[in-house]
């Protein structure tokens, strides 16, 4: 028995790869425990601005899911109740934020939006900035009177890019390397071919996992992300805010960098291999100097606009100069962007697995465990455990945690050994 009888699933941030195979075991397993699920369509976009004199409609604005519509689901590639990167939480930056009506007026709204709808629980799937959302969601229903419900708040986490804290590996981030790294064996053969360079910028905000293990299985002959600017790689500036005031910033040493690069290049060439594909991680061009980014837009959630920057062909540019400098030859470098191909491609059969156990982990969390406010993870041998908001979230600034690739561990260690030595 259980005082649970509808829950809504929604689905937040960029598409990954096994999306269905989640949304479809999480809601199979209510299901077969009696209680009915209903997919929020394209994220928080159709709760945020939530206007009671005008209803959510069905098929519109959420689906109602039944064994029937679940039928095939879960190996389906994309996401069968769509996303969006709206975040009602923009605007609660500190626990004091949360009693202010103004600043939570977003989340109040979203919170109206699916009592509206006769909502016991949320299921939250996203990213960092979504387990942010449903912390944030949380917090604020901690806040009501005693006489309004409350809606328990289970977080499952996705991101290609796997740099969540709580779990060794989220779903998506297997079958995007994969996706990723056969487009890396095939610009190796372009290359040799043509005896050119490309440097793939692959995705990758805040931590390089995607792009090392796409660099790892593609065969590429160079991989760099942000874990990889310490050390002579790094620099720093002083920049001026819109409010007069003066930070410092770790930035790249663009110098350092590109003479690795050529240095790389020579050695290569010294085997008689004159070409290859050097992967780039796309959160890079956050350590551009200020220069290079002047006027990139940011997201409701204050991240950088980093396609439109195109720091692949940015670093071919210098590279292909640096390396005439150097050597008095020219080489044709080629810079590209990776990545929107993978998100939501058919996902590997590791992936589906996961997806469906974090899935049914939003089942187990609330029904059987009667669980709040915390987030659903797999490890070892697809062992469950449930994670506390609050060991994952900064309780002062209500910001997550990005789990880095750690400089000392093998997997760093795997990816310097297979590549070319340059002393």
Sequence with gaps: MTSIQRVAILFAGGPAPAANSVISSAAFSLL?????????????????????SKPL????????????????????PGIRIGTARSNPGKAVTSPADLHDA????????????????????????????????????????????QVEKRMPVIHLPKTIDNDYCGIDFTFGYFSSAEVLANEIRNLNRDASAGQAYFIAEAMGRSAGWLAYGAAIAGDACMVLSVEDIVGDLASSETVTNPDSTTKTRKVMNMDAV??????????????????????????LAEFLPQSYIQGVTRDDHGHMAISSVDIG?????????????KTGKSRKINGLQMGYE??????TAFDVMLGSQI??????????????????????????????FETLVDPITLVTKVRFIDGKSDFFRLARLLEQKTT
């Design 57 to 76: 409609v069905e098929g519109k604005h959420y689906i109602r899911f039944t064994l029937e519509t679940l039928e095939f689901m879960r190996t389906e």
């Design 359 to 388: 899935g049914v982990g939003a089942y187990r969390a609330l029904i059987e465990e009667k669980l709040n406010g915390v987030m659903v993870s797999v490890g070892g041998q697809f062992d469950m455990s449930f994670v506390p």
């Design 258 to 283: 590109i003479e690795k690069m050529v240095s790389m290049m020579i050695a290569r060439e010294k085997l008689g291999r004159n070409y290859g594909v050097i992967v780039i991680a796309e959160g």
């Design 313 to 325: 062909k940015t670093m071919a540019k210098y590279l292909a100069e640096a390396y005439k400098t």
């Design 102 to 145: 103004e600043k939570t007026a977003a989340l109040r709204r979203s919170y109206q939006a699916l009592r509206s709808l006769g909502v016991d629980a949320l299921v939250s799937i996203g990213g960092d900035d979504t387990l942010k959302t449903a912390n944030k969601m949380k917090l604020f229903q901690d806040t009501l009177p």
């Design 342 to 347: 993978s998100r939501c491609c058919v996902p």
């Design 32 to 52: 077969q425990a009696g209680v009915e699920v209903i997919g929020i369509k394209h994220g928080y976009s159709n709760l945020i601005d939530f206007d009671p």
